[in-house]
């Protein structure tokens, strides 16, 4: 059974930086790009970026240039480093592969 278990979420003021990580078990990591979700309370939930199994990656405009996805395939783990960080970055951040996600990391961004 795949299980992705994000970490790394928390409280941080404006302009600062986190790393979330994503672990993930069975081999489906290596198989399949990775992606990363969030949803901000009242709001669906959007793609924030997503990075194949050859690295290539994509973001949404809403955090290029201040966000970067990265996975390490020996250790299964994906990670997004955030900086610059804004109160809008506010929310829960999901790790997500073909149907399987996890619970989620609450990130909160104060201004």
């Known amino acids: 059974q795949v299980q992705l278990v994000e970490s790394g979420g928390g409280l941080m003021q404006a302009g600062g930086s986190l790393r979330l990580s994503c672990a993930a078990s069975?081999?489906?990591?290596?198989?399949?790009?990775m992606n990363w979700y969030r949803q901000a309370p009242g709001k669906q939930r959007e793609l924030v970026a997503t990075?194949?199994?050859?690295?290539?990656?994509n973001y949404a405009d809403s955090v290029k240039g201040r966000f970067t996805i990265s996975r390490d395939n020996a250790k299964n783990t994906v990670y997004l480093q955030m900086n610059s960080l804004k109160p809008e970055d506010t929310a829960v951040y999901y790790c997500?592969?073909?149907?399987?996600w996890g619970k989620g990391t609450l990130v909160t961004v104060s201004s």
């Open positions: 990075i194949t199994i050859t690295g290539n990656t």
């Open positions: 069975g081999s489906i990591f290596r198989l399949n790009a």
């Open positions: 997500n592969v073909r149907l399987v």
